[in-house]
T-cell receptor
């Protein structure tokens, strides 16, 4: 069964600093990978996704992520953090092509991002 | 295009009661997935419906059930509520069950 690990429960950065949130997954084949963001009391917003092809993917709000098969990682990055980026970030995996995997996302435990002015 | 809507947004129920939550997916989406989010367990998959059929199910007791209608709207039902069912329930819609877009959630409190 697939699993996702986000090693950092809480990260604090200063506004304008760069950001990297770590995500490691466990899955036999190439998975479909996602990053979501959640503000307090809200639903999840899709930031970006990786299915195949170019291992560096761009998302909304200036975020990007890099898929590294050799490290089973899909880390999220942003060059310059804004105060409005403070939220909780979730990495998720969907098993590869196949009807039995569709619809089921497995999430990491989340990383809470605090941004200092 | 309108996003995913969930009703009600907040709900307070008593132990032993049952509850029904509703989810209206994005127009054209045929897949609806449900998730439970709690501080202790995080985000956990409940089940997924595609074209009115349950295609995938998580590890939850039979008290949790769902259905999907011909217009892709979905409902989930929890019978005999327990205190531990207090959570944020999220539904997500997608075309085929891959790229999922989430609703704002229903906050259920069981007292």
């Amino acid at each position: 069964a697939q699993s996702v690990t986000q090693p950092d429960i809480h990260i604090t950065v200063s506004e304008g600093a760069s950001l990297e949130l770590r995500c490691n997954y466990s899955y036999g084949a190439t998975p479909y990978l996602f990053w979501y963001v959640q503000s307090p009391g809200q639903g999840l917003q899709l930031l970006l996704k990786y299915f195949s092809g170019d291992t560096l993917v761009q998302g909304i709000k200036g975020f990007e992520a890099e898929f590294k098969r050799s490290q089973s990682s899909f880390n999220l990055r942003k060059p310059s953090v804004h105060w409005s980026d403070a939220a909780e970030y979730f990495c998720a995996v969907l098993g590869g092509a196949g009807g039995t995997s569709y619809g089921k996302l497995t999430f990491g435990q989340g990383t809470i991002l605090t941004v200092h002015p | 295009k309108a996003g995913v809507t969930q009703t009600p947004r907040y709900l307070i129920k008593t132990r032993g009661q049952q509850v029904t939550l509703s989810c209206s997916p994005i127009s054209g989406h045929r897949s609806v997935s449900w998730y439970q989010q709690t501080p202790g367990q995080g985000l956990q998959f409940l089940f997924e419906y595609f074209s009115e059929t349950q295609r995938n199910k998580g590890n939850f007791p039979g008290r949790f059930s769902g259905r999907q209608f011909s217009n892709s709207r979905s409902e989930m039902n929890v019978s005999t509520l327990e205190l531990g069912d207090s959570a944020l329930y999220l539904c997500a819609s997608s075309l085929e069950g891959v790229e999922q877009y989430f609703g704002p959630g229903t906050r259920l409190t069981v007292t």
